[in-house]
């Protein structure tokens, strides 16, 4: 079955350390996503991509980069690694099933997150 | 910047019905969307309106205003897997496919 993975799952790392939270999927979707989640906050849009070469900054991409050199991977990168940024992480993808013919652009899936502690 | 309002937290019964209402300004607007997450666990997509009116999809329905600005998403016949978060986004016309999520409403169903 077609599916989203994120990896690690869990993740601690100190301030100032280069981190990379990989994003993997099997739908052959163009559209990808990176957001994170805090209390109080919500989910909030990172960055996100409409197709390979293509990236786009969302409401909070500072400190935050990333690159699509397939359709399947979208890695998110933190350059330095901040407190602030200890959060959840959430990929999600959409685009047409090739399976089906089905449009879903309208719905987005979702990773299983990434739960990251920068001490 | 667009504002996305919905309430924190809100409690019902089991077998009950409960309306999470949403509210939003912004400017291009094309379309609202309805999602639901487990303590935990991944969004998962409910539901989806561009047009005004009421979208029914099972035991959940949900409506748009434009106008107002408005959304509500309505479940019946409450069962306790319900609780959740309910998240509210907007989707904007030059914006592409990109969301803009509210801070959720967690929903809590007692027997």
């Known amino acids: 079955d077609a599916e989203i993975t994120q990896s690690p799952r869990h993740k601690i790392t100190e301030t100032g350390r280069q981190v990379t939270l990989a994003c993997h999927q099997t739908?052959?979707?163009?559209?990808m996503f990176w957001y994170r989640q805090d209390l109080g906050h919500g989910l909030r849009l990172i960055h996100y991509?409409?197709?390979?070469?293509?990236?786009n900054k969302g409401e909070v991409s500072d400190g935050y980069s990333v690159s699509r050199s397939n359709t399947e991977d979208l890695p998110l990168t933190l350059e330095s690694a901040a407190s602030s940024q200890t959060s959840v992480y959430f990929c999600?993808?959409?685009?047409?099933?090739?399976?089906?013919?089905?449009?879903?652009?309208?719905?987005?899936?979702f990773g299983p997150g990434t739960r990251l502690t920068v001490l | 910047g667009q504002n996305i309002d919905q309430p924190t937290e809100m409690t019902a019964t089991e077998g009950a019905i409960v309306q999470i209402n949403c509210t939003y300004q912004?400017?291009?607007?094309?379309?609202l969307f309805w999602y639901q997450q487990h303590a935990g666990e991944a969004p998962t997509f409910l539901s989806y309106?561009?047009?005004?009116g009421l979208e029914e999809k099972g035991r959940f329905s949900s409506f748009l205003s434009r106008s107002k600005g408005y959304s509500y998403l309505l479940l019946k016949e409450l069962q306790m897997k319900d609780s959740a978060s309910y998240l509210c986004?907007?989707?904007?016309?030059?914006?592409?496919?990109?969301?803009?999520f509210g801070k959720g409403t967690s929903l809590l169903v007692t027997p």
């Open positions: 739908w052959n979707h163009n559209n």
């Open positions: 309106n561009v047009l005004d």
């Open positions: 999600a993808s959409s685009g047409f099933f090739d399976q089906s013919g089905r449009s879903s652009y309208n719905e987005q899936f």
């Open positions: 986004a907007v989707r904007k016309s030059n914006s592409g496919y990109a969301l803009n």
């Open positions: 912004t400017s291009g607007f094309n379309g």
């Open positions: 991509s409409y197709g390979v070469q293509d990236t």
